[in-house]
């Protein structure tokens, strides 16, 4: 039997990252432990690195590149990559949200996990469906 394919948006991934409790830290664990396939794509990985690197984040937070490169080393090698070979126009107000939808199609996911208003209101894009956080951990079982 096929694993639930997810794609977890930035939001959802850098405060599991920099929030050792919580729903987000939730998710991060169980895909860590495999109990899902996470997939993502090169311009969410350089997204969700770049805001790592954020000044007020990177120092706040108490990050350290060898932190960073366990991260990288997930996104690279522990998920399912794509390599942003699909193209989607569905969100206007925010096109960059976009790139959470093609990766989604281009995966073959099954959910998309995000905080963002934009893409919740979509509920569902071409059978991918789009959940917040709690809701994913309820579909898991592990509310």
């Known amino acids: 039997m096929r694993k639930i394919r997810v794609v977890i948006d930035t939001n959802v991934l850098v405060s599991g990252i920099i929030s050792s409790k919580g729903a987000p830290r939730k998710i991060l664990n169980l895909a860590k432990k495999d109990i899902f396939k996470v997939v993502s794509s090169i311009s969410i990985n350089h ?10 984040i990177y120092t706040k937070y ?3 590149e ?7 080393a997930f996104l690279y090698e ?5 390599e942003d070979r699909y193209v989607v126009s569905k969100v206007r107000k925010d096109p960059e949200d976009n ?4 990766c989604a199609l281009e995966g073959e996911a099954d959910y998309i996990v995000s905080g963002d208003d934009h893409l919740l209101r ?3 894009y071409r059978g991918v469906q789009i959940v917040d956080v709690q809701g994913f ?6 509310k």
């Not at 997204?47 to 007020?56: G, K, P, T």
């Not at 522990?78 to 794509?82: C, R, V």
């Not at 790139?99 to 093609?102: E, R």
């Not at 951990?137 to 592990?142: A, E, F, Q, S």
């Open 122 to 124: 979509l509920k569902h």
């Open 66 to 72: 060898g932190i960073i490169e366990d991260i990288s």
């Open 137 to 142: 951990l309820k579909v898991m079982g592990k």
């Open 78 to 82: 522990g998920t399912i990559l794509t």
């Open 99 to 102: 790139k959470f939808i093609a």
């Open 62 to 64: 108490n990050l350290t």
């Open 47 to 56: 997204e969700v690195l770049s805001v790592l690197h954020r000044d007020h």
